[in-house]
């Protein structure tokens, strides 16, 4: 896998409106590649910005939404239509206005439809099985879109915490989560990187810690991210197959120096 690449923007405008547009050119190019693409949402404020921003843009329309297949890579374990849901908030976003089939929604499991977490995440995983190629668990992504918190979580997969450790489950329930609602299922670290793009889009003064962990362990080949690693700042961990871009505004960015690249 590359290592990411970091790419800057001067402010949260700018980076929502390019990165906007960047994603449905990057659905249009996977389209003409592909018969379906796989592209996985997060929730956090850019991810519903991005959307947000997305749905304005005339792109839009030239973009064939029946082809096109949206996963989360993780939900908030409340109930269906609750404002916390990642769902959600991508629905209200963009998504209810799309012209796409409800089958291609692959909404994770809400509280008022599983007893426990652990049986949503179940359902899940039995849900990306039936869209992987054979003899894999779950499909690849041609494009994960995902936040970072100012911990350095990256779907919930949380600092100090076993979750971002998990090489073998597919999905798990998280529970007392130390960003509120305490009761989550979320995608592994294994999932996640089966994307083709990974993009993280990181905005806000109170990214800059993370951020300054995540290119410190830019130069740490894949094989070598150590368990400290991880642990400190699970979002160094998260790697595309082919790229891994880090989209930051100037907020996150701070004396953090980028090198200069063409977008
Ligand atoms: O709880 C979560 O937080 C992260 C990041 O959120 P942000 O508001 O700090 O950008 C998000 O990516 C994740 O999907 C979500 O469940």
């Given at each position: 896998m590359p290592k990411p690449r970091f790419i800057s923007f001067p402010d949260q405008k700018t980076l929502a409106d390019e990165l906007a547009a960047h994603f449905l050119s990057a659905l249009q190019q996977d389209l003409s590649d592909n018969e379906l693409v796989h592209v996985s949402l997060t929730g956090g404020t850019m991810g519903s910005k991005i959307l947000e921003t997305a749905g304005e843009l005339r792109a839009l329309k030239d973009i064939d939404w029946s082809r096109v297949h949206f996963w989360w890579s993780d939900e908030r374990f409340?109930?269906?239509?609750?404002?916390?849901r990642n769902s959600q908030q991508a629905a209200d976003a963009l998504l209810a206005s799309l012209d796409i089939p409800a089958e291609n929604l692959h909404v994770i499991g809400a509280s008022d439809q599983f007893d426990t977490a652990e049986k949503a995440a179940e359902a899940y995983r039995q849900e990306l099985k039936k869209f992987?190629?054979?003899?894999?668990e779950y499909p690849t992504f041609g494009l994960s879109l995902l936040g970072m918190g100012p911990d350095g979580h990256i779907a919930s997969l949380?600092?100090?915490?076993?979750e971002i450790h998990e090489e073998k489950a597919i999905t798990l329930a998280v529970h007392d989560?130390?960003?509120?609602?305490p009761h989550r299922v979320t995608l592994t670290r294994p999932v996640i990187c089966n994307s083709q793009q990974i993009w993280f889009m990181v905005s806000g003064e109170d990214k800059n810690a993370p951020l300054t962990r995540v290119m410190q362990a830019s130069s740490v080949k894949d094989e070598e991210l150590s368990a400290d690693i991880l642990t400190e700042t699970p979002a160094a961990g998260a790697r595309g197959l082919e790229k891994t871009i880090i989209w930051a505004d100037a907020a996150a960015q701070g004396n953090l120096k980028f090198s200069a690249e063409a977008r």
């Open positions: 409340v109930p269906t239509g609750h404002e916390d992987a190629p054979t003899g894999a949380f600092p100090h915490r076993p989560s130390p960003k509120p609602p």
